[in-house]
């Protein structure tokens, strides 16, 4: 049987934990939830809701964690799907080690991303967001495997759950199954100890749920991060899995 690590790099309000939510439920796959938000949140000493929760929860040593994430599969599972935010990776931290992997980019438009965010935590830097270490993954990708990895943007998931799946496992080589569009509500025993603050409403849900556009206006102050941001996007969007 074939084993295959696939580490999905989104930043927040991302779609990231539907996403979770839709390999968890092949049967064939385990998934692994944010694995360096402890470091994450040692390292930058940022008051994220529940964080002396998850600081007690993880490791916080960035080599042993790596070495879990390219290790076994657990649970006797043919696919690894691990959950990563991209503004994990701070820098001094090597990100060497998704050689091992297979990687994909979970993309999403910064307005959204930007407004959803800020309704949770304060949005005073880019960084916070993690386009720019999206990038930093592709570009990374690029240079040492020779391929840039499948990106896949949010929206057009929401547009069009089945087909964006499809695509998005063959570019992984794996099967498609539809049991990836279907998902009980509730949480789950994979979550995060932080999904009490993050996840209400992917545990109302019960599948992707159809985009809707929003008239979404930030304010001024936040216009030089997202314009940052965009600049981000805007390249990697020219380069997503196209439907």
């Known amino acids: 049987m074939s084993k295959t690590i696939i580490a999905m790099w989104s930043g927040p309000r991302s779609l990231s934990t539907a996403m979770m939510r839709s390999f968890e439920n092949r049967g064939d796959t385990d998934v692994f939830d944010e694995p360096f938000y402890a470091h994450y949140l040692e390292k930058t000493g940022i008051h994220h809701p529940g964080r002396n929760l998850v600081l007690r929860s993880q490791n916080t040593n960035w080599n042993e964690i790596v070495d879990i ?3 076994s599969i657990p649970n006797g599972k043919s696919i690894w799907y691990q959950k990563h935010m991209a503004q994990h990776n701070l820098k001094g931290c090597s990100i060497n080690w998704i050689s091992s992997v297979k990687n994909c980019v979970l993309i999403r438009d910064p307005l959204y991303v930007i407004s959803s965010y800020g309704e949770q935590f304060p949005v005073d830097n880019e960084d916070l967001l993690g386009y720019k270490q999206q990038s930093e993954i ?3 990708i690029e240079k040492e495997i ?3 990895p ?5 929206t057009d998931i929401l ?3 089945e087909n964006s799946l499809k695509s998005l496992c063959h570019e992984m080589d794996i099967k498609f199954s539809h049991r990836m569009l279907k998902w009980p509500s509730g949480g789950r025993n994979s979550d995060g100890v932080w ?3 993050w996840y209400k409403s992917v545990n109302n849900s019960t599948g992707f749920k159809p985009f809707q ?5 930030l304010d001024k102050k936040l216009s030089h991060i997202y314009k940052s941001c965009m600049k981000y996007y805007q390249e990697m969007y020219e380069k997503r899995i196209k439907v």
């Open 69 to 71: 994430c390219i290790g």
């Open 150 to 154: 499948p990106i896949i943007d949010a």
């Open 213 to 217: 556009e929003k008239d979404i206006k």
């Open 146 to 148: 020779g391929e840039t």
């Open 195 to 197: 999904a009490p603050y």
């Open 159 to 161: 547009k069009d759950p």
């Open 138 to 140: 592709v570009q990374y």
